[in-house]
């Protein structure tokens, strides 16, 4: 998992927040969002793994030893039937003195270690502590004449099958002590080690049989989008690509080679690397160029959803603002990360598990917002989609808690990835729970091996996996999960697999481990979520749902080819994440900002309607006067509210230029006489209202038959006094 600095993250949404006219101090004092104050102010908490990374920190800290031996091999990495183990490695002086006669040994524990409790109990072992007996038989160990100060050496040893003190199946302690002598006249005892685990499985005690494990390896992280939309510290992902945890992914997937391995992608991930590729654009109205809409044939993320995110409602389609634009290089290692993920991911031999589009905080969600969760499931199952990618639901907590209503509350065929540790009362790998796969990851493999290296070494993490593997293969137990650990940079090579080809263990997938049937669990043994932890509260889903019904909306008007509600959602989700939830009230700050942009787009589409309109008959025309203000074209139409008693019509369709106005003319009629309350509202083309309205008053002055009738006979007796006088001017002129 990557996980970039939280602290520029908390900078650049904090400076988002006050530029947008909201303070942290302010939300705090508003009570917006839920969490405990103290916990608040804490540094952000680490997930899963990084407890036991600290725990093996300290183990590989103390002491300190003047010859340092660190094992480089161990062929075969477990103990043979028959035949010799191969040792190689380096001795380096560590020291400010010069070493001669030094001599490297392999020791072995004398009784072997049987029990899971055993072994999680000798990884906390002191390095002082004696725990195997040095093989000293003639030809069994390695000579260096002498290391100066800081000079390093190879050495080799090889140790008969005969001279390894088997007691029977189980795990060893096993490794190398250094001897040597540095001219004090001191007594030649070790004074360097290097020590790990060995497992012992013959055949005669399991009869063939193989252990099934899968190795779950977790594409997820903290996604943090400026109040413009962009990604934030593009260059801190752009490392990551190059040399870092992002990169570990791909060098991982490289080394197994095929061998199944199961991923847990949150695609919100390679969606942001795609956008890196493409110059982190801002968040945009405009119609998406099809060139940038990059399928995964040209070395694009799974979505053709993820776009640019953008400033302001002109919809500009430009690069992020001043330190949002990533480099060159940021942008060609993304491309190549794109297609090396695509390519792994899409191996028959390979699993995807998707979680929540960006990697939403599942227990919060549940109690606030269950249709975000739902809708963060469908997004994520279109972005997987788009690669043509099978893909399963899962969730997986990284405080590794989880609660009976979330489970239940989880979609059909949604599996759920814990630790051993979150629940209580099982000794199960497969559960079920409401309808749901309940899996139990092994914690106390991924805490990796003893000191003094880091306990998450290839060498040392694979000695593990084969020791608890052993373990259970030899106890009848359940099939082995465990999650690669996260976050911590050690390069996993082609050996690492290689090592873990062994006769009694069976490297598969996670659907495949866990075909059988599941042990009943109740959600009274799911261990209770920490409280007084940071949470996210319900104003943020309020304004969530805002984000998401407005975006709706403002896409409505904006036609085909547009995206713009699913950048919005990609936004909101990364508001709502795991991540998210360790800062509250800054994620509560970005999903304002996000609110208020997407508020202000539609506010630049409005109407004028006239002051007042008079009807002089039982119908007539009238014109309201429609304008927009974003840099795209619109489509709008203008809706009337009246009583039953007027009808209007007209303005179904309406399309606005750029910047531009239109005037409208509307009919209206009616057959009452009197005033009426009229109300003009924008609505999308499918009736979504706009926010723009203008109410007025509709007078209609409709003139009654009987005046008509009363004209009319003035009319005609008008017309019959002419015609009487011009008869009688007639008759006069002739009788004269």
């Known amino acids: 998992m990557l996980r970039p600095s939280s602290l520029p993250h908390a900078r650049a949404a904090l400076g988002a927040a006050i530029g947008a006219g909201v303070g942290v101090l302010m939300l705090v004092s508003a009570g917006l969002v839920t969490a405990a104050p103290a916990a608040a102010t804490q540094a952000p908490t680490a997930l899963r793994d990084v407890a036991a ?5 300290a183990r590989a800290g103390a002491p300190s030893q003047p010859l340092v031996p660190k094992i480089r091999s161990i062929s075969p990495d477990y103990v043979p039937d028959k035949g010799p183990i191969v040792i190689t490695g380096t001795v380096t002086n560590d020291s400010h003195r010069t070493w001669t006669a030094i001599n490297v040994h392999g020791f072995m524990g004398s009784s072997p270690i049987t029990t899971a409790a055993e072994l999680a109990a000798a990884v906390q072992t002191p390095l002082t502590a004696d725990v195997g007996h040095r093989i000293t038989k003639p030809g069994t160990f390695a000579s260096i004449a002498a290391l100066a100060p800081g000079a390093s050496a190879r050495f080799r040893v090889r140790l008969p099958h005969d001279t390894l003190p088997l007691a029977g199946p189980g795990v060893y302690w096993f490794g190398v002590h250094v001897l040597g002598d540095d001219g004090s006249g ?66 991982t997937g490289s080394a197994a080679s095929g061998q199944p391995l199961t991923w847990l992608v949150d695609p919100a991930v390679p969606d942001v690397v795609r956008r890196l590729a493409r110059g982190n654009p801002k968040r945009t109205l405009a119609i998406q160029v099809k060139g940038d809409q990059d399928g995964p044939s040209s070395s694009a993320s799974p979505s053709d959803s993820a776009t640019g995110a953008g400033g302001s409602g002109s919809g500009s389609g430009a690069s992020g603002t001043s330190g949002s634009t990533p480099s060159s290089t940021t942008r060609q290692s993304a491309k190549a990360w794109l297609g090396s993920m695509h390519s792994l991911l899409g191996q028959d031999s390979q699993e995807v598990l998707g979680l929540p589009y960006g990697d939403l905080a599942v227990e919060p969600a549940v109690e606030h917002d269950l249709t975000l969760l739902k809708a963060a499931f469908r997004r994520s199952s279109q972005a997987m989609s788009a690669w043509g990618l099978p893909e399963s639901p899962a969730i997986a907590p990284p405080d590794g808690r989880t609660t009976g209503a979330a489970v239940t509350a989880l979609p059909d065929t949604t599996d759920v990835l814990l630790p051993d540790t979150g629940v209580s009362r099982s000794t199960h790998t497969v559960n079920g729970l409401d309808g749901h796969r309940l899996l139990l990851e092994s914690s106390a493999t991924t805490a990796g091996g003893p000191g003094p290296v880091n306990p998450h070494g290839p060498l040392a993490f694979r000695q593990r996996v084969l020791a ?32 873990l080809d062994v006769p009694w263990l069976r490297l598969t997938t996670l659907d495949d481990v866990t075909s059988g049937k599941p042990a009943a669990l109740d959600a009274d043994q799911l261990r209770a979520v920490p409280t007084g932890q940071p949470t996210l509260g319900p104003r943020l889903y309020s304004s969530a749902d805002d984000i998401v019904a407005r975006g709706d909306t403002l896409q409505s008007v904006l036609g085909r080819g547009h995206a713009l509600q699913r950048q919005l959602f990609d936004e909101v989700a990364g508001n709502a994440s795991y991540a998210a939830e360790r800062e509250p009230y800054i994620a509560l700050a970005r999903m304002r900002v996000v609110d208020r942009w997407v508020s202000g787009s539609l506010s630049e589409i409005d109407l004028a309607a006239p002051e007042s309109v008079t009807l002089a008959s039982a119908s007539g025309h009238f014109s309201v006067l429609l304008s927009n203000g974003l840099d795209v074209p619109v489509t709008v139409q203008v809706h009337a509210a ?15 230029p750029a910047n531009g106005r239109a005037s409208v003319l509307l009919s209206a009629t009616t057959h009452q006489r009197g005033v009426h309350n009229v109300r003009l509202e924008l609505t999308s083309p499918n009736g979504r209202p706009l926010g723009a309205s203008d109410p007025f008053p509709m007078r209609a002055e409709q003139v009654s038959g009987l005046i008509w009738v009363i004209i009319g006979a003035g009319v005609l007796l008008l017309f019959a006094a002419i015609a009487v006088r011009l008869t009688r001017r007639i008759l006069r002129a002739r009788a004269s």
Do not use: C, M
Not at 53 to 57: E, K
Not at 475 to 499: C, D, K, N, W
């Open 53 to 57: 990374v600290t725990r093996g920190a």
């Open 186 to 251: 001191g007594p030649r005892e070790a004074v360097g080690r290097d020590r790990t685990f060995l497992s012992y499985v013959p055949k005669s005690a399991v009869h063939g049989q193989q252990e099934n494990a899968a190795l779950v390896v977790p594409v997820r992280s903290a996604v943090t989008h400026g109040p413009d939309g962009t990604v934030v510290d593009p260059e801190t992902w752009g490392r990551s690509l190059r040399a870092g945890t992002l990169h570990d992914l791909v060098e």
């Open 468 to 499: 608890d593997a052993a373990l259970r293969v030899l106890q009848g137990r359940q099939p082995l999960v465990v999650e690669l650990p996260a976050g911590v940079r050690h390069r996993i090579r082609p050996s690492f697999f290689t090592g």
């Open 642 to 656: 009246a009583d039953p008693r007027v009808r209007i019509t007209g303005g179904t369709t309406v399309e606005l």
